[in-house]
């Protein structure tokens, strides 16, 4: 069994002084990601995944303060470097343990409008369909532009929660409720509409080799 570790934006750093809700929701992030690309690999592959939550991006990137072997990916959105946040030039010699995404993570939840009705099931106020929504309907998920602002519209719209005795629009927070979602993800139906879901299941498979 081979040990693939991926390093990942979002979540809690390690280091973090965060409270313990806050700390307890990083971790459901964590795991739900892992049990979602775990899903993608066959047993055959003999790959035991272990996803690190690092907090920011730069956290990520910052290769010189974390030990690399050749099992480390480090999963990075790759409009960091087209808003120009980050010089790619800074990366490149670690260029061999990066996975450049092309898509955000809300993409893969956008283009499963069902999954996002069955994981707020009970905040559902809506009558349209989440699917019919005119930000989504008709449109190729990876060609959706702010796909975060896009999902928490589609929640505000459609799901309300109680708080203090009030209904209010339910909203979509990375961090708080994201896990949710992803849990209830096909990873097979994700390999057919995202090429970038295939490539970083491939680029795992690859790192096995010199194992």
Sequence with gaps: MVEISLLVEGGLHPNSNDSADTY???T??????HKLLSA???EKDNISLKVEMRGSYKAVIDFKKQPL????LALIDFDVFQRGDESIDSIKEYREFIFFMVQAM?????SQPEAIEKAFKQYRVGK???AENRYIKDIVPDTILFPDKVLDTLLKENFQQEKKGKLIPLKYKKLGNSH????QLDIHRLKEQFIDVNNLLNKIKDLTIHA
């Design 24 to 26: 307890e929701n990083s």
């Design 28 to 33: 459901k992030l964590r795991e739900s990601l």
């Design 40 to 42: 993608g690999l066959d």
């Design 69 to 72: 072997s050749p099992q480390t």
């Design 106 to 110: 809300e993409s893969w939840i956008l």
């Design 128 to 130: 349209e369909p989440v």
């Design 180 to 183: 949710i979602l992803l849990e």
